[in-house]
């Protein structure tokens, strides 16, 4: 008899615990929404029940549009693909010692794919099938805010019109850096830390609008900082940044902030959403094609990705 009370006590314990468990997964997924309704919300991207672990921080995360969507993690394999639908496809990015810190992931207007590494000052380029095409910095050696060959911790990556590539240089320096395609220096956007107009307080990501504007999140001012094509400062929009920055072929701007665990999406330079998500949303991405919405949490003890997918129109009636 004290065995099967025993085993009674275990059991209405594990059916409250499952409860607890529902509970809480209910209440995380209510929370998880966006302010105008456009967006259904869901965490647990790549993940069924906790399974496959990550086993390290979800950094960032890149969809390309093709039906792949990549989710970089701070452990290898380094580079984890799957399906729009989260199903698991490949990975790599075996070797320890790719990256001193992977960072942040970009998409390139040629598919290739471009990472930052802040602890050894570099940022990569490789190609679709992993192979280092073209490594910007000097690995291992910091540069200051006049450097043109060398950074110090850069953090995102961004592309204009006709391949430019422009460097978001700024756990340390307070930069821009603007390349040709292939790797040559053209300018420093910035350069000077402040909260002064043009000053910029750590950038944390980069893109370049349809009117060529270079729109920087410029993180630790709480706004996003404009410039023009040649750098010349233009204003400022009010938005949490420490985190990704992405801008559509239609001119939408996404900005996602670990702070705010949310994206804020400007049409014409105006507040048009703010979508909730899960957890500490480091790492930003939007498919080009369907306007799905990724986000990969910095929160070391609970690594996630976020998928916010756009609700279809009702039917007429």
């Known amino acids: ?15 409250a615990a499952a409860a607890v468990s529902t509970t809480r997964l209910a209440a995380q997924q209510s929370t998880l929404a966006s302010l105008f309704d456009r967006y259904d919300v869901k965490p647990n991207f790549g993940q069924v029940n906790g399974n ?3 086993g390290g921080l979800t950094t960032w995360v890149a969809a390309d549009g093709k039906g792949s969507v990549i989710v970089m993690v701070r452990a290898v394999p380094y580079f984890r693909v799957f399906t729009t639908d989260g199903k698991p496809v490949k990975t790599w990015g075996d070797d320890k010692s790719l990256f001193n810190q992977a960072h942040s992931i970009q998409f390139g207007p040629d598919g290739s794919l471009w990472a930052t590494d802040p602890n050894d000052h570099v940022v990569h380029k490789f190609s679709a ?38 460097v978001s240089d700024g756990y340390v320096n ?12 053209v300018r420093i956007i910035g350069g000077k830390k402040g909260s002064g107009p043009g000053e910029l307080q750590l950038p944390h990501g980069v893109v370049v609008d349809r009117q060529g ?3 920087v999140a410029d993180s630790d001012n709480k706004r996003l900082s404009v410039f023009s094509k040649d750098g010349a400062f233009i204003k400022t929009l009010a938005a949490p940044s420490r985190g990704g920055l992405v801008i559509t072929a239609d001119g939408t701007l996404y900005v996602s902030d670990v702070n705010a665990g949310a994206v804020t999406v400007f049409k014409n330079d105006q507040i048009f959403d703010v979508i909730k998500v899960e957890g500490r949303p480091h790492g930003l991405s939007v498919d080009p094609v369907t306007g799905d919405v990724y986000t990969s949490s910095s929160n070391g003890d609970a690594p996630n990705v976020t998928k916010a997918s756009l609700k279809k129109p009702a039917p007429p009636k």
């Not at 490594?135 to 953090?155: E, I, M, S, W, Y």
């Open 129 to 166: 099938d992993g192979k280092v095409l073209l490594t910007l910095g000097k690995k291992g050696v910091p540069g200051d805010d006049t450097a043109r060959d060398a950074f110090n911790r850069p953090n995102a990556v961004g592309f204009g019109p006709n391949g430019e590539i422009y």
């Open 213 to 215: 504007r270079i729109i």
């Open 52 to 54: 496959p672990p990550w």
């Open 1 to 15: 008899m004290k065995k099967l009370a025993t085993l009674g006590v275990l059991a209405a314990g594990l059916v």
């Open 174 to 185: 307070s930069r821009i850096v603007q390349f040709t395609g292939d790797g040559k220096f």
